[in-house]
């Protein structure tokens, strides 16, 4: 079955970097895109970004274009999402979830458990 | 900036029907910006629904249902259960980029 799972919860300090994982299992790693979603408390689902799997190639929200980065190791079947210089408003739970299969109509078949973010000094 | 916006809030009877709609400031929603809707609960992570409009994931129960209407991405809760209290959120896509809508809180009251 496919299972999505994602790094711990962290703690950061306002200006510092957070890396999370998300380990991909139950399919074939490289054929199915990824994205980042995240949502900070009591707010709604905020879309970040995507990397193709197999490629490498990422495409990231206008907003956090500098400050994101989206990577995979494919020997592990593993993406990370990467956020730098951090500010309170980055606490939110980020999630990982599944995209297409080669196209961009199904996105969010399958999330992650989510991460906690925490930014605070 | 691109927006997309749905009702903050709805109100339906048990047994009832619902439409929650989806817009996009740049003009009307066609299939190409391929709508997809989640649902989420309090504590849990979304739930996918619908993918591409009108396509139901195998989960999906046959109440709800996918459309465009009126220049929209719409979804149609009909024969409305308690259970479908919760938050849905619209997705779409332009061109290489994806944009929540801000969500729709259901009340089934």
């Known amino acids: 079955q496919v299972q999505l799972v994602q790094s711990g919860a962290e703690v950061k300090k306002p200006g510092a970097s957070v890396k999370v994982s998300c380990k991909a299992s139950?399919?074939?790693?490289?054929?199915?895109?990824m994205h980042w979603v995240r949502q900070a408390p009591g707010q709604g689902l905020e879309w970040m970004g995507i990397?193709?799997?197999?490629?490498?190639?990422?495409a990231y929200a206008q907003k956090f274009q500098g400050r994101l980065t989206m990577t995979r190791d494919t020997s592990t079947s593993i993406v990370y999402m990467e956020l730098s210089s951090l500010r309170s408003e980055d606490t939110a739970v980020y999630y990982c979830a599944r995209g297409g299969n080669g196209d961009y109509s199904q996105t969010g078949d399958y999330w992650g458990q989510g991460t906690l973010v925490t930014v605070s000094s | 900036q691109t927006v997309v916006t749905q009702e903050p809030s709805l109100t339906v009877s048990p047994g009832g029907t619902v439409t929650l709609t989806c817009a996009s400031s740049t003009g009307a929603v066609t299939s190409g910006y391929y709508p997809n809707w989640f649902q989420q609960k309090p504590g849990q992570t979304p739930r996918a629904l619908i993918y591409s409009t009108s396509n139901k994931q195998s989960w999906t129960p046959a109440r709800f249902s996918g459309s465009l209407l009126g220049g929209k991405a719409a979804l149609t809760l009909s024969g409305v259960q308690p259970e479908d209290e919760a938050e849905y959120y619209c997705?779409?896509?332009?061109?290489?980029?994806?944009?929540f809508g801000g969500g729709t809180k259901l009340t089934v009251l």
């Open positions: 139950g399919y074939t790693f490289t054929s199915y895109y």
């Open positions: 990397i193709n799997p197999s490629s490498g190639s990422t």
């Open positions: 997705l779409l896509y332009y061109g290489g980029a994806w944009v």
